[in-house]
């Protein structure tokens, strides 16, 4: 049997991944705690590991990785920028899970849009204090705004598919704009002028990194409204955090954070906040902040825990699939029995 050690295991993800795995004959042993160097030793005699999207998949964890015999790294989840590539290539194959439920996290960010945009938030905590005052919730109406998508994957489009319903004019960036759909596509800089609601769906590279910084707000419609529920670290969080004392930004909603990984998934509830940035961030009545919670749905989770064991499967069956980002040692790996 082939033998998985998953980090950053929350109770929610367990029973997919136990179902999946047992019928595939792989056995997984599940740690709460997060990969990193201190905690790779766990890993030693598994076939492989699957992290999530803070755990730390550096040079240093995958040449531990290499020495205890791992052959896979099963990301189970679509982004791999916490996962050192090169270090990886040639020793360790590397596989994700690139599509799990688009529609989850679509539906999300949406959810955001319109909590922040008609304070259904403040109203709940107003009316449970039996506060039926209207002062200070107006909104504005999504019909006839314009939104820029910014990526237009399968997250991207189905948020697009979403606005269009609800009669907003969509406008998208894409480093590669799709053939196959009728979107208007402009530059990233006719986007910022144009959009009055800005939403990001493309992965963390260095290109992307901070790609929302203080220049590019500077471009922006005063007011605008910005979503990100992809990578933290698309904007930059002080910029954002400056323009919205300015006015500038009329209102953020922000599921990721790029200091996430000390933060999110936790309950500090009982202690003092130390990012500061983070914590002035919630201090502004218009943000809007989740803890990367956008794909939590049961067909996510779901479809999660399918893909990446099927992802083990194929890789130690020697079939190739889509969703391998580089490969290991062997170009097809027997199937290993112990």
């Known amino acids: 049997m082939l033998k998985f050690a998953m980090f950053d295991t929350k109770p929610y993800d367990e029973p997919a991944f136990r179902r999946y795995a047992e019928e595939a004959g792989v056995g997984i042993k599940f740690y709460e705690t997060r990969l990193n160097a201190d905690t790779v030793s766990l890993a030693e005699g598994y076939d492989g590991v699957i992290p999530f999207v803070n755990d730390v998949v550096d040079a240093p964890v995958i040449e531990a990785l290499h020495r205890h015999g791992a052959r896979l790294i099963a990301m189970r989840c679509a982004g791999y920028n916490n996962v050192d590539l090169e270090a990886a290539r040639g020793r360790i194959a590397v596989y994700r899970v690139p599509a799990y439920s688009p529609h989850a996290v679509a539906e999300h960010a949406m959810a955001m849009l319109l909590t922040i945009v008609r304070r259904t938030h403040k109203a709940y905590i107003r009316t449970r204090d039996f506060n039926f005052s209207l002062n200070g919730m107006v909104g504005f109406d999504l019909y006839g705004k314009t939104i820029g998508i910014v990526g237009t994957g399968r997250i991207g489009r189905a948020l697009i598919d979403i606005c269009r319903g609800f009669g907003m004019k969509v406008i998208a960036y894409d480093a590669r704009n799709a053939s196959d759909a009728?979107?208007?596509?402009?530059?990233?800089?006719?986007?910022?002028?144009?959009?009055?609601?800005?939403?990001?769906?493309?992965?963390?590279?260095?290109?992307?990194?901070?790609?929302?910084?203080?220049?590019?707000?500077?471009?922006?419609?005063?007011?605008?409204?910005?979503?990100?529920?992809?990578?933290?670290?698309?904007?930059?969080a002080e910029a954002l955090l400056a323009d919205i004392k300015?006015?500038?930004?009329?209102?953020?909603?922000?599921?990721?954070?790029?200091?996430?990984?000390?933060?999110?998934?936790?309950?500090?509830?009982?202690?003092?906040?130390?990012?500061?940035?983070?914590?002035?961030?919630?201090?502004?009545?218009?943000?809007?902040?989740?803890?990367?919670?956008?794909?939590?749905?049961?067909?996510?989770?779901?479809?999660?825990?399918?893909?990446?064991?099927?992802?083990?499967?194929?890789?130690?069956?020697?079939?190739?699939?889509?969703?391998?980002?580089?490969?290991?040692?062997?170009?097809?790996?027997?199937?290993?029995t112990r």
């Not at 800089?189 to 493309?202: G, K, M, Q, T």
């Not at 929302?212 to 605008?224: L, N, P, S, T, Y």
């Open 182 to 236: 009728s979107i208007e596509y402009v530059s990233l800089e006719e986007l910022f002028a144009r959009s009055d609601v800005i939403s990001l769906h493309c992965p963390l590279t260095d290109e992307t990194d901070h790609m929302i910084d203080e220049h590019a707000i500077r471009r922006m419609k005063r007011g605008v409204v910005l979503i990100n529920t992809s990578r933290g670290a698309l904007i930059d």
């Open 246 to 336: 300015d006015r500038h930004i009329g209102a953020a909603c922000l599921d990721v954070y790029e200091e996430e990984s000390d933060v999110f998934f936790e309950d500090f509830s009982g202690h003092i906040l130390d990012d500061d940035v983070l914590a002035r961030l919630i201090s502004m009545p218009n943000v809007l902040i989740t803890s990367h919670q956008a794909f939590l749905t049961e067909e996510a989770l779901d479809g999660i825990a399918r893909t990446t064991v099927q992802n083990i499967s194929d890789y130690f069956s020697g079939r190739f699939n889509d969703n391998e980002v580089v490969g290991g040692a062997e170009q097809r790996a027997p199937a290993l």
